[in-house]
């Protein structure tokens, strides 16, 4: 999990640094609605990879877009997020629930860091 994990960390972090604090060029903590969170990307345990889930959720909620996670019986699991005002549509899958909703958002972030360059220009 960890050869997916931490490139979507690191990107997150380029893309929001607000939420994400990379260090020596591994994330090491999160930012929760009230403090930041030390995580250990390097091992993530089922307590941590928990912990990351629930911040990528936090970060959703923030920002009011429309989330759903659809889980196979084979344990499959699939996020889309969807944003209503700025027409961004994005996916995330994976075997990690938590690493779907990752994708997902990360994917988010750069269509929104995309449109805004596209703005700029």
Same mark, same amino acid.
């Given at each position: 999990?960890?050869?997916?994990?931490?490139?979507? /960390?690191?990107?997150?972090?380029?893309?929001? +640094? =607000?939420?994400?604090?990379?260090?020596?060029?591994?994330?090491? $903590?999160?930012?929760?609605?009230?403090?930041?969170?030390?995580?250990?990307?390097?091992?993530?345990?089922?307590?941590?990879?928990?912990?990351?889930?629930?911040?990528?959720?936090?970060?959703?909620?923030?920002?009011? /877009?429309?989330?759903?996670?659809?889980?196979? +019986? =084979?344990?499959?699991?699939?996020?889309?997020?969807?944003?209503? $005002?700025?027409?961004?549509?994005?996916?995330?899958?994976?075997?990690?629930?938590?690493?779907?909703?990752?994708?997902?958002?990360?994917?988010?972030?750069?269509?929104?860091?995309?449109?805004?360059?596209?703005?700029?220009?």
């Amino acid at each position: 999990m960890n050869d997916k994990l931490l490139p979507l /960390l690191k990107q997150w972090a380029a893309l929001e +640094p =607000e939420r994400c604090k990379p260090y020596e060029g591994q994330i090491t $903590h999160l930012r929760t609605i009230e403090r930041w969170l030390p995580i250990n990307n390097l091992e993530p345990s089922w307590d941590e990879t928990a912990k990351i889930q629930r911040l990528v959720q936090e970060a959703i909620i923030s920002r009011k /877009l429309r989330s759903r996670m659809e889980s196979t +019986p =084979e344990g499959h699991h699939h996020a889309t997020l969807l944003d209503l $005002h700025g027409g961004c549509h994005a996916i995330g899958d994976d075997t990690e629930p938590a690493i779907a909703l990752l994708q997902a958002y990360v994917s988010y972030l750069e269509q929104v860091a995309a449109k805004k360059q596209g703005a700029v220009a």
